[in-house]
């Protein structure tokens, strides 16, 4: 590692001052006993400034190169729009900060693994911020799996439709250029879930997309998908902006029994899974935590070299893969392989 921290507590410098890191990320590194949050940048000077006086940040730059030259700064949270994140990170990458990057990591998979590349040769940390992964409702139905309670899995349903608050009805509706429309904002959530939780890749995809009043500039603001898996799991995927009281689910059909999770596709540390199996039902006890708050705590005992991150680059590359897959899909209504190339 070129950023040897010792036992010093990690200073987190934001680029971008955004929504998630206000009503989350500032709060999980905080909440770490050796994290701080000691900078902030934001193109617009004037909203910088005020964003670092709400959230009490010592300092406040309206250029990457300064924050990336305060001595304070160990690790950045590029929470910026989607087209700046391979720039912004491959520049933290050559400052030797470690990196914990928004989703999609990219816009392309050429950028994405760039931004891993970059990292890597720095001999920095890099990590993409899959929160579901780190749900307790998530992480115990992967463990249900591993131990054999609905035997071998077969389908997988996906519930991720939900009403986009109009607080955030910005770029993701009508910005292409930034990397908008609900399959590069929630499609690559679901990938990394279905990845994670049934620890199988996903081979190909169909897909249908719609525009049904919030999307603009061509942009989707709901999808349908179907996707293949390596095992010969079939997934079924929804995903919209639009729905306001569908709620959300997960759920993993096995030779042997169903796991059935509602109100686990969100930010918080909520929800339930149902085993169903010949003997019945039960819920599996579940010892929720703070999504962000584990992920962080993960990353940082990854720079500390203490094991991985949560959701590593490769992770980020694989769900961008997805979705790349799924637009590509939906646009021309061909089956269409999900390829790292
Ligand atoms: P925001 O729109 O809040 O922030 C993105 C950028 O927009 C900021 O960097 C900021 O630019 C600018 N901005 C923010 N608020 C204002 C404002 N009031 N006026 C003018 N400009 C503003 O985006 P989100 O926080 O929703 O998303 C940021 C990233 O995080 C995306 O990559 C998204 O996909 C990801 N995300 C991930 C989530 C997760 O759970 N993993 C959840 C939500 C988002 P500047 O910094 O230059 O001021």
């Known amino acids: 590692m070129t950023n040897p921290i010792g036992s010093n507590p990690i200073g987190w410098g934001l680029v971008g ?9 500032i709060d999980a590194f905080r909440a770490q006993p050796d994290g701080a949050v000691v900078a902030v940048m934001s193109a617009n000077a004037e909203r910088g400034a005020a964003y ?37 990170a491959i520049a933290a990458a050559k400052a030797g900060k470690h990196v914990l990057c928004e989703k999609p990591l990219a816009l392309t998979l050429a950028d994405a693994r760039a931004m891993a590349d970059a990292c890597a040769a720095a001999g920095v940390r890099f990590a993409t911020n899959h929160h579901l992964r780190n749900a307790a409702t998530h992480r115990a139905m992967r463990q249900a799996i591993k131990d054999g309670l609905i035997g071998t899995p077969i389908a997988a349903r996906v519930a991720h439709a939900v009403f986009l608050p109009p607080h955030l009805q910005g770029w993701r509706i009508d910005k292409p250029q930034a990397g908008g429309g609900v399959i590069l904002d929630i499609t690559v959530h679901d990938a990394d879930t279905l990845r994670f939780v049934l620890d199988d890749e996903p081979v190909e995809v169909v897909a249908m997309s719609q525009r049904d009043g919030l999307g603009q500039e061509g942009l989707e603001d709901g999808a349908m998908t179907i996707a293949r898996f390596r095992s010969g799991l079939i997934a079924q995927i929804h995903d919209a902006f639009t729905v306001r009281h569908g709620g959300t689910g997960f ?8 796991l059935i999770a509602r109100d686990v596709m969100t930010q918080r ?14 819920e599996l006890s579940l010892s929720p935590e703070n999504l962000y708050v584990r992920a962080v705590r993960a990353f940082h005992d990854a720079i500390r070299g203490q094991g991985a991150p949560a959701a590593d680059g490769d992770d980020g590359l694989r769900s961008l893969a997805f979705a790349l897959a799924v637009r590509e899909a939906a646009a021309t209504g061909r089956r269409v392989p999900v390829t790292l190339d």
Request: negative net charge.
């Open 17 to 25: 001052a955004s929504t998630i890191a206000s009503e989350w990320m």
């Open 269 to 282: 540390p909520v929800g339930s899974v149902l085993l169903r199996t010949a003997d019945g039902e039960r």
């Open 251 to 258: 759920e993993v059909h096995g030779s042997a029994g169903s």
């Open 52 to 88: 670092a006086a709400r959230h009490g940040i010592a300092s406040a730059y309206d250029r990457l190169d300064a924050l990336l030259a305060d001595p304070a700064v160990n690790a950045v949270y590029i929470s910026t729009t989607n087209e700046l994140h391979r720039d912004q």
